[in-house]
Nanobody, 116 residues
Framework: QVQLVESGGGLVQPGGSLRLSCAAA????????MGWYRQAPGKQREVVAG???????NYADSVKGRFTISRDNAKNTVYLQMNNLQPEDTAVYYC??????????WGQGTQVTVSS
């Protein structure tokens, strides 16, 4: 089992920045990949960014060049630096971890609101 605790959401004006953090605990030795998803009201949950154990990363086209995912393996923590935020980035952001058995674990979600 892996437990995830997220932090860092909030309200920001368009063009602003936020940094999300997600700390993993429990069977962290089995983690294969970490990432972030988001779900806006009335929409399906979508992938934002991911990072594998080997360091390879992927981003949704809508956030490329604005968001950066990183990982501190010593702290079992994944981060999402979000710059130049826009109203369309407003959503609940969920941390995701996948282990070697392809089991997915989810954080509790953190609200990001971009509004003037």
């Amino acid at each position: 089992q892996v437990q995830l605790v997220e932090s860092g959401g909030g309200l920001v004006q368009p063009g602003g920045s936020l940094r999300l953090s997600c700390a993993a605990a429990g069977s962290t030795f089995a983690i294969n990949a970490m990432g972030w998803y988001r779900q806006a009201p009335g929409k399906q949950r979508e992938v934002v960014a991911g990072i594998r154990n080997g360091g390879s990363m992927n981003y949704a086209d809508s956030v490329k060049g604005r968001f950066t995912i990183s990982r501190d393996n010593a702290k079992n923590t994944v981060y999402l630096q979000m710059n130049n935020l826009q109203p369309e980035d407003t959503a609940v952001y969920y941390c995701n971890v996948r282990d070697h058995w392809n089991t997915n674990y989810w954080g509790q979600g953190t609200q990001v609101t971009v509004s003037s």
